[in-house]
């Protein structure tokens, strides 16, 4: 299984950035998607998940912002940031599960998110 993040950048607060993950080697459509964001000395948080349009979350830090979405055709799942603040700068994972389990057990390699002020 690999799951590939792309994405990250630099960008001014109040700018955007659309993360997107690309998974192979798994049945997509069976496993929820989740982005996770980690920064130095800090434990990896969760950002946002998705299962179906009609199972998702999102952490209170970033919700009204932020949008997950997935396309299960193209086996790939993205997040979309908006208005963001330099608290969000971190590395950011997606990350999968299979439906039903409590754990993500496959994850992508990261990606930078710089938000400067």
């Known amino acids: 299984v690999q799951l590939q993040a792309s994405g990250g950048g630099l960008v001014q607060a109040g700018g955007s950035l659309r993360l997107s993950c690309a998974a192979s080697?798994?049945?997509?459509?069976?496993?929820?998607m989740a982005w996770f964001r980690q920064t130095p000395g800090k434990e990896r948080q969760i950002v946002a998940s998705i299962y179906n349009r009609f199972a998702t979350f999102y952490a209170d830090s970033i919700k009204g912002r932020f949008t997950i979405s997935r396309d299960n055709p193209k086996n790939s799942v993205h997040l979309q940031m908006n208005t963001l603040k330099p608290e969000d700068t971190a590395v950011y994972y997606c990350?999968?599960?299979?439906?039903?389990?409590?754990?993500?057990?496959?994850w992508g390699q990261g990606t930078l998110v710089t938000v400067s002020s």
């Open positions: 080697g798994l049945t997509f459509g069976n496993y929820v």
């Open positions: 990350a999968a599960k299979f439906r039903g389990t409590s754990d993500y057990v496959y």
